[in-house]
């Protein structure tokens, strides 16, 4: 209603008091607020971690409940409540006007709203709402034209056409009861637009709650308009909260609580007055004055009156006998106790039903004695606090703890206060309920619940349920994880088409009807998903229908497994078969190769022998001998070229020594060139005074040769290849740049070609078994990858650098070798096979090479103990009495490796020199750990020369 002067006044000094006190204390205002202890420490942390979803909606033509002011603020009833909860809370809210309250109400069924201020609750609207304890109740009015009714009621609008505001609760009240009278209901946009619509003759009637009528005839100056009468309605003003938001509805509720009923009273006072004129328009005034005249003719009738009252009168004390004898009994009958107490607390009734629970007890251990005697110590407090608020308003339901019997039992109590005809209290009734049983039961559910979350939650699968229509009733957090959001509880009410999987909604809603529908399980079945982050997901899935106890089937429940990574390792293991089977031909070929190039090479060998019997059985003038010299050139050129391709079929053991990159290179040009052709052209630049390194020569042709061959694919037609080495320091910042390096003195080779370059999703798969840019059947992907792992073996590491239709350049940094003499000497040795007297200990699990090789050492004149096991060795080396002098044994063998029981062996022989052997290729002698520095090795097969030279290098070495 209209505020007085007076009124205004007041209310703009506290507003300029207000603003006085804020500028003071502003510096030190909120410096340590924090969110009230009523809270629970769950919904502390909602309202910290999720202040955007604190929107609030509010009705811009509402008035005095919620509307907007000249300055665009949120004013009103609504508007002084939430303030206040805002106050408690210590909290903002997100507040935005509505113009339309349809809108208002599809915003918050679908979350956009979460708070509406002022909103009576229905049905309908608590499938998607929530709402709190009312804070004002105004009734619903029936306005009208002066004159044209008198105190209207429902049921005279048979026929007539009655306003409403569409949305408002009354829209559905009035649709109810058009059903009973046959009325029509015509909507209206607006409280505004529906008076001027009766005021004009539009409409008979128009039915709003009193307030905001009143308030709106007043305002609009609308002369023709009354209230003509009530409805049986009433508009009670809740809070409304998105069901999507739980937590925060509790926050808010208790924060309502906490305002005192006498300051909501003020808060209602200040805007909304009822006391309202109804029906008492000047024409009615002038009829009652008029009729003063013929007052005294009413006296001979009123007593004829007087006598009739009496024998009604007669009557309403027998009806009222009969009143106070059905309500007695009613109490009798009530299972609850029913308590009455004086204005001091003391019990003056008490049912006799409510008793039997307690059979030891009866009517005389109650009566006359303090209620709060009855009321544990640690509730007392509250129960003092709450009688005194029930002298306000009427309150709910409230937990206390009772002593009776020498038990502690859990009651819910109701109370009301009792008023005598003059408004004076003069006792209290309470209805009194043991809940004891129930909250037990409740805490063994909640329990129950916990430990059924706890084990939903911890299952490694995603677990969901929904009902028939689609929605999500229930879910545990890995679900939840991968739609995105923060709790299980925030997918309920919601379906697939509102999550990140909604691409794949129509086939979950297909299989889930199969299940629904035909009542049988759906088990083991893929399906896809796609994740909040956009991951797409292969699921293995499970459903199953949710039955009621008829038999009905009201749900799904689901369960699925992630298999995307087993599919995918599937799918690779698949691929690596099929890579495996070309490898293993290509392995094929290689033995071939190598094998053709053995058997080549012993024939070279025949061939040069026979040249060398030939040149030294003719004389130096005889004109064959410059043919047998062309012929032993063209020979040994061959030997050189057999020897690269047992180098390249992997064929000969690797055996890292002291080497000069430089001349490995150089003797490598020729071969190289063949191998990339003639058109393109080949050019060396070599570094001066380049520093040696530890390396084996058969692999530095592999790199040389797979770096050119991928150069050379690189090239379209003619183009350019260069290989140059350089010494090099490598500093910090370079290793800040190249992980894993680590600074010091590097030898590098480069390869660089002007071919078409590589991308950096090229370069990223570069090295990786298998990777091939080239058609299928022109490569088999293990070229670069043969490089690295070369490159890895020998302690260096790789950087490239391409750039599209420029090139491509390959440098490989090996390090330094450093030792007293870098120079590699090659030196002739003499062909004279050195014996010796020595005890050797021989290793071979092969019977035909342990049988050869101990006949190799037997002629060189060694004491010999052969063995074709490690456990045998270990045995006969034990056993033996004297001095061992040397292990030879074989790298690679079925019970333990050569290093292994080289090992054991030095623990009972620990000057024992060593010697290994092998004819495994390099990776497998390798992995083995037996070549460096400082070990010895042959290769196999080697002739009796070899052997002995090598036998006495061992032997007589004195580190």
């Not at 998607?128 to 306005?143: C, D, G, K, S």
């Not at 650098?801 to 450093?818: A, C, D, H, M, Q």
């Not at 090789?853 to 056993?879: C, F």
Request: charged share 25%.
């Amino acid at each position: 209603m209209r505020k007085s002067n007076k009124e205004k006044q007041s209310v703009g000094m506290r507003h300029t008091l207000l603003v006085f006190f804020f500028l003071i204390f502003i510096t030190s205002a909120n410096a340590n607020k924090s969110l009230p202890e009523f809270l629970t420490q769950e919904e502390k942390i909602w309202l910290e971690e999720n202040k955007d979803k604190l929107t609030l909606y509010f009705n811009t033509e509402f008035p005095p409940i919620e509307f907007i002011s000249e300055k665009g603020d949120f004013v009103g009833l609504g508007a002084d409540i939430i303030e206040k909860i805002e106050d408690l809370l210590n909290i903002s809210f997100i507040k935005t006007p509505c113009y339309d309250w349809n809108e208002h109400l599809a915003a918050l069924e679908n979350g956009e709203c979460a708070i509406a201020p002022t909103i009576v609750s229905t049905s309908e609207r608590q499938k998607y709402a929530y709402f709190t304890q009312p804070y004002a109740t105004v009734p619903v009015v029936l306005i009208t034209q002066r004159n044209k009714f008198d105190k209207l009621l429902l049921e005279d609008l048979k026929g007539y056409k009655i306003g409403v505001v569409s949305g408002f609760a009354t829209e559905g009240y009035l649709a109810d009861k058009s059903l009973l009278t046959d009325f029509s209901i015509i909507s209206v946009e607006n409280v505004l637009e529906g008076l001027e619509n009766v005021s004009f003759g539009q409409t008979d009637a128009f039915a709003e709650n009193l307030a905001v009528a009143a308030y709106y005839i007043e305002q609009s100056g609308i002369p023709n308009l009354r209230v003509a009468g009530k409805t049986d309605y009433f508009f009670s003003w809740s809070i409304g909260i998105s069901r999507k938001y739980p937590l925060l509805y509790s926050s808010i509720q208790k924060a309502l609580s906490e305002i005192p009923v006498s300051e909501q009273k003020k808060m209602k006072h200040k805007w909304i007055n009822l006391d309202v004129e109804q029906g008492l328009d000047p024409i009615t005034v002038l009829i009652i004055k008029i009729s003063g005249v013929f007052s005294l003719l009413l006296i001979v009738s009123l007593i004829v009156i007087t006598i009739y009252l009496k024998k009604r009168l007669r009557q309403r004390i027998i009806d009222l006998h009969r009143s106070e004898e059905f309500h007695r009994k009613l109490l009798q009958t009530i299972p609850d106790l029913i308590v009455k107490t004086d204005i001091q607390g003391r019990i003056v009734f008490l049912n006799e039903y409510g008793l039997k629970k307690y059979p030891k007890l009866n009517q005389d251990d109650f009566l006359g004695k303090n209620v709060n005697d009855f009321i544990i110590e640690e509730d007392r407090e509250k129960a003092m606090i709450n009688t005194q608020k029930m002298f306000e308003t009427q309150l709910g339901p409230i937990e206390y703890r009772l002593r009776i019997e020498s038990s502690i039992i859990t009651t819910e109590v109701n109370g009301d206060v009792l008023y005598d005809d003059k408004n004076n209290p003069y006792g209290i009734v309470y209805s009194i309920r043991d809940v004891t049983e129930r909250k037990k039961t409740e805490k063994d559910l909640a329990e129950s619940r916990r430990i059924l979350s706890d084990v939903i939650n911890t299952i490694p699968s995603g677990v969901f349920w929904k009902d028939r229509n689609g929605f999500y009733m229930g879910c545990n957090k890995l679900v939840a994880k991968e739609a995105g959001v923060s709790s299980p509880e925030e997918l309920v009410g919601l379906t697939d088409i509102d999550l990140s999987w909604k691409d794949q909604a129509e086939q979950y809603r297909v299989n889930d009807l199969k299940v629904i529908e035909g009542g049988v399980p759906q088990l083991n079945f893929e399906e896809t998903k796609t994740t909040s982050d956009g991951r797409k997901i292969i699921l293995r899935s499970s459903k199953i229908p949710l039955c009621a106890d008829d038999g009905n089937v009201y749900g799904v429940l689901g369960v699925w497994d992630d298999i995307t990574e087993q599919k995918n390792n599937e799918a690779e293991r698949e691929k690596l078969m099929i890579q495996l089977s070309r490898s293993q031909r290509i392995e094929s070929v290689g033995r071939l190769a190598g094998g053709i190039a053995h058997d080549f090479n012993n024939m070279l060998g025949v061939i040069l022998g026979n040249i060398e019997l030939a040149i030294s059985r003719i004389d130096s003038e005889d004109p064959l001998m410059i043919d047998l010299k062309e012929i032993r050139v063209a020979a040994e050129r061959s030997a050189d070229l057999t020897k690269q391709l047992l180098a390249f079929a992997r064929k000969q053991t690797i055996s890292p020594g002291l080497m000069d990159l430089n001349e490995t290179i150089t003797g490598m040009l020729r071969m190289l060139q063949r191998l990339i052709g003639e058109d393109i052209v080949l050019q060396w630049k070599p570094g001066t005074d380049l520093w040696s390194i530890n390396a084996d020569v058969s692999q530095i042709d592999q790199i040389l040769a797979n770096l050119c061959v991928n150069s050379r694919d690189a090239i379209t037609s003619i183009g350019k290849i260069i290989i140059e080495t350089e010494n090099i320091y490598i500093d910090e910042i370079f290793c800040r740049k190249h992980k894993g390096v680590q600074p010091g003195e590097y030898v590098k080779l480069s390869v660089s070609d002007d071919g078409h370059g590589m991308n950096k999703e090229i370069l990223t798969h570069l090295f990786e078994p298998f990777f091939t840019t080239k058609e299928v059947g022109k490569g088999t992907g293990l070229g670069l990858s043969t490089v690295y792992g070369i490159a890895k073996q020998n302690k260096a590491f790789i950087d490239v650098y391409s750039e599209l239709n420029i090139g491509t350049v390959f440098s490989i940094y090996f390090p330094r070798y450093i030792s007293n003499n870098e120079t590699v000497k090659t030196v002739r040795k003499v062909n004279t096979v050195l014996k010796g007297n020595e005890t050797i200990l021989l290793v071979e699990d092969e019977p035909a090479i342990l049988k050869m090789t101990e006949s190799m050492l037997i002629k060189l004149g060694y004491n010999t103990i052969a063995a074709q096991t490690p456990a045998q060795a270990e045995y006969l080396a034990r056993k033996h009495s004297g001095k061992i002098d040397l292990l030879i044994t074989d790298v690679v063998m079925p019970e333990m490796n050569g290093k292994e029981l080289a090992q054991n062996i030095i623990i009972h022989f620990p000057k024992i020199k060593r010697l290994f052997m092998s004819g495994y290729p390099a990776d497998i002698i390798a992995d083995h750990g037996v070549v460096g520095a400082g070990i010895s090795f042959i290769k196999k097969p080697f002739n009796l020369q070899k052997l002995s030279e090598k036998i006495r290098e061992v032997i007589e070495n004195n580190e």
